[in-house]
């Protein structure tokens, strides 16, 4: 199991940015597809993006297209969320998480996904 670690959050109003950083701190988070999921309060948690091992293919959700980016550092060890645009809706806590393929994280499988502790993120004017 690997221990994810998230920085990053916090309160920004609309149309700010934010960028949220994780990393793994037993093992190469190159072995695993990652992702960022989010759950904002009453509503169900929710893959925002996730990409491959190698970085070479990426996943969003649609109401994200255009405005956040997933992108990972093997050589360091991070995966990273740039998030522009942001709107009040994006309010929520936001959970790095990896497993074995995208399609595990699109719970198109029954593999075990591994979160991180979350972090606030809130856009509010």
């Known amino acids: 199991q690997v221990q994810l670690l998230e920085s990053g959050g916090g309160l920004v109003q609309p149309g700010d940015s934010l960028s949220l950083s994780c990393t793994a701190s037993d093992r190469p988070l190159s072995t695993y597809a990652t992702g960022w999921f989010r759950q904002a309060p009453g509503k169900e948690r929710e893959l925002v993006a996730a990409?491959?091992?190698?970085?070479?293919?990426?996943y969003s959700t649609e109401s994200v297209k255009g405005r956040f980016t997933i992108s990972r550092d093997n050589a360091k060890n991070t995966l990273n969320l740039q998030m522009n645009s942001l709107e009040p809706e994006d309010t929520a806590v936001y959970y790095c998480a990896a497993s074995t393929l995208i399609t595990d994280l699109r719970r198109e499988t029954n593999r075990p996904i591994y979160w991180g502790q979350g972090t606030q993120v809130t856009v509010s004017s």
């Open positions: 990409i491959t091992r190698d970085g070479d293919e990426t």
